[in-house]
């Protein structure tokens, strides 16, 4: 099973805070993804990594951002949280092309 | 772009039934087809996949073939047990690879009933 972590699980925050999610991966992919799941969506494309340094945005990623600076670490960051940001994030990685993607447990994000 | 549609469900059955699950898609080319399922609380985990037209994806007792002329990967299982209950989402992933992102269907919720 790919190593794949995310944190925390869940948090809470206010509307117009800053909100950092962390993606970690122990087996040197070099593509990473972020996707935010809500009910009537399925999954969403917020932004992902062909590696350091090297991002791109997905199909909603107005007021989020991402950073890469290690292969391991992928980070998503809403900007300033808003209650239409409340959802359930997930990372994935993919092992390989036509191989589909393997996916991290989630982060509930609650913005209050 | 590219799509895919599903029903959303729930989907309700009674253990032992037959299941299917129909997948449309659009896209150009010739997009990889996946079939991903997740239980409660959990991240989506890959459940089959299909390359190619004509190829049949199986595993666990589920199977579904990539039908380009109908642009169809419909999930099909012939005896579903309690344990299947889950969310099963269809994806593609475009000609060439899917190194920026796969396109998901919105979920189908599958109830199964002792």
């Known amino acids: 099973d790919a190593g794949i972590t995310q944190s925390p699980r869940h948090k809470v925050t206010e509307t117009g805070t800053p909100v950092t999610l962390r993606c970690h991966q122990t087996?040197?992919?070099?593509?990473m993804y972020w996707y935010r799941q809500d009910p009537g969506h399925g999954l969403r494309l917020i932004h992902y990594s062909y590696g350091v340094k090297d991002t791109d945005k997905g199909e909603v990623s107005d007021g989020y951002s991402v950073s890469r600076s290690k292969t391991e670490d992928f980070l998503l960051t809403l900007e300033s949280a808003t209650s239409s940001q409340t959802s359930v994030y997930f990372c994935?990685?993919?092992?390989?092309?036509?191989?589909?993607?393997?996916f991290g447990s989630g982060t509930r994000l609650t913005v209050v | 772009g590219d799509s895919v549609t599903q029903m959303e469900g729930p989907v309700t059955l009674s253990e032992e039934a037959f299941l299917t699950i129909n997948c449309t898609y659009t896209a150009t080319g010739y997009p990889s087809l996946f079939w991903y399922v997740q239980y409660p609380g959990e991240g989506l985990q890959l459940l089959l996949k299909?390359?190619?037209?004509?190829d049949k994806g199986s595993n666990k007792g589920f199977e579904a073939t990539y039908r380009k002329e109908t642009t169809s990967f419909h999930l099909e299982k012939g005896s579903v047990q309690v344990s299947d209950s889950a969310v099963y989402f269809c994806?593609?992933?475009?000609?060439?690879?899917?190194?920026?992102?796969?396109?998901f269907g919105k979920g189908t919720h599958l109830i199964i009933q002792p």
């Open positions: 994935a990685i993919s092992v390989g092309d036509n191989y589909g993607y393997t």
């Open positions: 994806a593609l992933s475009p000609s060439g690879g899917g190194a920026d992102g796969l396109t």
């Open positions: 299909a390359t190619k037209a004509d």
């Open positions: 087996e040197n992919h070099r593509y």
